[in-house]
């Protein structure tokens, strides 16, 4: 039986964010650093579905039990039979990203370049709007 989305959107928030968020809570309240490690995995694996989802979503949210199939990965991810992250994450996700660190350690330095370069333009232009305006009134 497919549920509704919004049943399955509901279980979604609390699956793959509210408990994950509370337990990231709770283990930067201990000392311990293997499970901060562990919750930044998950972040991680998880940050990277959310972001691919978004752009795949209006394909693959037509098969069926597509929302149920996400709930179960997300599951999959945090399950400490499975360890679904950590499989994800020391499989694929960090040989790729090790391999590709100094081109995206480039691209993000450049963007922020961009952004410091147009984001003074953009203040530069609007105190000269603010200081035209103070000189009409």
Excluded: C, H
């Excluded at 562990?38 to 752009?55: D, H, K, N």
């Excluded at 199939?69 to 994800?88: D, R, V, Y």
């Excluded at 040989?95 to 691209?107: C, M, N, R, T, Y």
């Amino acid at each position: 039986m497919v549920l509704p989305k919004i049943v399955t959107g509901i279980i979604q928030g609390i699956v793959a964010f509210l408990y994950p968020a509370y337990k990231s809570f709770k283990a930067i309240k201990t000392e311990e650093k293997d499970d901060d490690t562990e919750l930044l995995v998950y972040w991680t694996v998880a940050g990277l579905f959310s972001f691919f989802e978004f752009w795949a979503d209006i394909i693959v949210s037509w098969f069926p039990f597509y929302y149920e199939l996400k709930i179960a990965f997300f599951i999959f991810l945090q399950n400490p039979w499975f360890n679904g992250a950590q499989f994800l994450w020391k499989t694929f996700i960090r040989p790729f990203l090790d391999s590709k660190e100094a081109q995206i350690d480039k691209g993000i330095n450049k963007a922020k370049e961009q952004g410091t370069k147009y984001g003074k333009k953009a203040l530069n232009g609007a105190n000269k709007i603010k200081n035209r305006t103070k000189k009409i009134n």
